[in-house]
């Protein structure tokens, strides 16, 4: 593994933080956030995930491609899942809902019936998947830019994983910047030789015969990788005994206040969410045509 994510020191809040502490609060934002539909909630998390990204100082120039298909998969749930086909809205909404626009219409030859129907109640409902999935990302997509590579293995050991596990996880995160790697050494090798992705034309089936010269060796190079990695650890016992690690952090009081923080924010959301059933589909009722 010859290359990780784009990470450095950029002596943040966050670089302050033990990486296991780090984990923990995320999976438990990960928990907490999922118990709620209601945008009032959404909010807050919202603001305190991107405060948290915030503390990292990584630009946006440095994720951005992560947010090029952070954005992408958003759109196509928001507008597919939700707008157009109402599936992601299904027993979270109410039954009585409120059209903003109702599309009748006849498929032409055959004469099917189509109706579309547009309600306020599911467009504040894709408001309130913006704001969690926006919320969750900001917390995710910061990890690999912000956490130092070598931390990786003693990190998901330290949370209790085994070693094969954790050493597992760490070459997982690995995985992504160097296949990329391999993809851009590829490329630049078949356009030595003459290939040329950019008139890559014809339908589906033409244009991904013709990028078999890019897609082929990329695949092979990373299964051989994977096998030239199982040999070594294989060489050198991995498994048999415990391991031990060369980078190793100890927690801090500032890593304690944060896991104080993290137990406050799970309790606060588990007790709203079941005891007093808070946090489901909210809509102000303002917003419907005709509230006094």
């Known amino acids: 593994m010859l290359v990780t994510w784009q990470y450095r020191i950029r002596h943040s809040l966050m670089e302050t933080f033990d990486p296991r502490a780090r984990w ?124 130092d590579p070598r931390l990786y293995g003693f990190t998901f050991k330290g949370l209790g994983f085994p070693d094969r596990v954790a050493y597992s996880m760490d070459l997982a995160f690995r995985y992504v910047p160097t296949l990329a790697r391999d993809f851009g050494v590829t490329l630049d090798a078949q356009r030595a030789r003459g290939y040329e992705i950019e008139r ?30 199982t040999n070594a650890m294989d060489l050198r016992c991995f498994g048999i005994k415990p391991r031990t690690w060369l980078e190793k952090t100890d927690f801090s009081r500032r890593d304690l206040y944060l896991l104080i923080f993290t137990v406050v924010m799970l309790i606060f959301s588990i007790v709203f969410s079941t005891v007093f059933h808070f946090g489901k589909f909210w809509m102000p009722a303002w917003l419907i045509p005709g509230f006094v």
Request: charged fraction near 10%.
């Open 24 to 147: 923990i609060f995320s999976l438990i934002f990960l928990v907490s956030i999922s118990l709620f539909w209601d945008v009032r909630f959404l909010a807050g998390f919202f603001v305190l995930a991107f405060a948290w990204y915030g503390s990292a100082r990584v630009s946006f120039r440095d994720t951005r491609r992560a947010w090029i298909l952070i954005a992408f998969i958003l759109f196509m749930m928001i507008f597919i899942g939700t707008i157009i086909t109402g599936g992601g809205a299904a027993g979270i909404i109410p039954e009585n809902t409120h059209p903003v626009v109702t599309w009748n219409w006849k498929v032409p030859l055959t004469g099917w019936p189509v109706v579309f129907r547009l309600t306020y109640e599911r467009l504040w409902f894709a408001l309130a998947q913006v704001l969690r999935v926006l919320s969750i990302s900001a917390v995710f997509v910061i990890i690999p830019y912000s956490m």
């Open 200 to 229: 890559v034309e014809g339908g589906i089936i033409a244009q991904i015969s013709k990028v078999a010269p890019l897609i082929v060796p990329v695949t092979m190079n990373s299964i051989v990788g994977g096998e030239d990695v």
